[in-house]
């Protein structure tokens, strides 16, 4: 749970023309002094903290849109997602009809979900995408070998019911990863918990997901990479500092880590059918302390074999200023056996409804 943003604060930003820069730690206060990223007892900037990177811009920006938007309608966004978080804690009319019966029981209420009520900034630049490379804030082009596999896993996916068997669930409802690219890398927001919590130490950078027991363990300096076979959860993460940011390098992708199915609370990457890395992707990840309460995630996605060109953006990561709980899921848990077992029943009934032998 996150406390609500105010819209001036926006307003604030871009009147000052907040300056968040990719290639230096340095800031200036309304004083016109120069901010300097604190340091580690080790001589390195400290990024270490509770940190969120939920927003309402999306990850790809919309059909028609430019790269920015004004003030006007940055604040309008922002004040449309306060009222709708402001409705959700109206109380509920207790003589109100009950609702149609449905197969659908519903989800979580806006009180739960946490979509974002900001706008993302960077340099003074109300965003209306992440993706800011290429230019035009999309994905690129599929590769026809990217096209190929993507029409080879959709059929694949046709040729079973969605809950035939564990491997088909999505890997959250798994509990192996966290639901949408929320670890990553790249990290994105995804519905609720897009809260981080950052600790370092001389060798080892630790970046833990609110939800799950999800964490990446990125090593510093030049030790030996993992050999092509090995491919964990959130892949082989090597780090180095370059002046003030931190520059991390991922490979050796586990091929399933993005093949999220869609989901009500999963973003673009997500609703893209068949959504598998290739083992050649590789992520670049920047980590620069701006100021006080901003971390300035950029991101480069390289998969040539998937994509026709790299593609990334930035996201201004913003302290959190509140606790961070546990979400305890973890696999083969109750959830996952009594929907294959709520599937076999269904089996049954429609196999007796039809006369014939479950």
């Known amino acids: 749970m996150q406390a609500p943003h105010r819209v001036f604060i ?8 907040l300056a968040v820069l990719g290639s230096t730690a340095a800031a200036q206060d309304a004083d016109g002094r120069q901010w300097t990223a604190p340091r580690t007892e080790y001589g390195h900037p400290d990024i270490q903290g509770r940190w969120s990177n939920s927003f309402l811009t999306p990850l790809v920006r919309p059909e028609g849109q430019g790269p920015t938007l004004t003030l006007e309608e940055a604040v309008q966004l922002e004040q449309g997602a306060l009222g709708r978080l402001a409705d959700s804690f109206e109380p509920l009319d207790p003589n109100r009809p009950a609702p149609e ?6 989800g979580y209420d806006r009180f739960y979900v946490d979509s974002g009520d900001r706008i993302v900034i960077v340099n003074g630049e109300p965003r209306t995408s992440f993706i800011t490379r290429p230019a035009n804030g999309r994905l690129p082009e599929l590769t026809e070998e990217g096209k190929r596999r993507r029409a080879a896993q959709a059929a694949y996916g046709k040729q079973h019911g969605e809950y035939d068997h564990p491997e088909l669930l999505p890997l959250p409802e798994r509990c192996l990863v966290p ?5 990553g890398p790249p990290m994105f927001d995804a519905g609720y918990n897009n809260n981080y919590y950052i600790v370092q130490n001389e060798d080892h950078i630790a970046i833990m ?3 799950f027991r999800s964490a990446r363990i990125i090593r510093l300096g030049d030790g ?7 491919r964990p959860w959130h892949g082989d993460s090597r780090g180095h500092w370059e002046g003030d940011t931190l520059v991390v390098e991922t ?6 880590q993005h093949d999220v199915q869609q989901s009500v609370f999963a973003n673009e990457l997500d609703r893209r059918t068949g959504n598998r890395v290739s083992k050649e992707m590789k992520v670049i990840e920047r980590f620069t302390r701006v100021d006080e309460d901003t971390l300035l995630y950029d991101f480069t996605v390289d998969d040539p074999v998937i994509y026709t060109e790299p593609w990334g953006g930035e996201i201004p990561m913003w302290r959190l200023n509140e606790q961070m709980y546990e979400y305890a899921c973890h696999e083969a848990n109750y959830g996952m056996f009594n929907i294959l077992r709520g599937a076999r029943y269904q089996e049954r009934q429609a196999a007796e409804t039809d006369g014939q032998e479950p």
């Open 101 to 106: 019966a449905t197969t659908n029981p519903g």
């Open 224 to 230: 030996p990479r993992l050999p092509d076979h090995i």
């Open 179 to 183: 639901l949408g690219p929320r670890t």
């Open 209 to 211: 997901v609110e939800q």
């Open 251 to 256: 490979t050796n992708l586990h091929p399933l």
């Open 10 to 17: 926006l307003a604030l930003a871009c009147a000052v023309g």
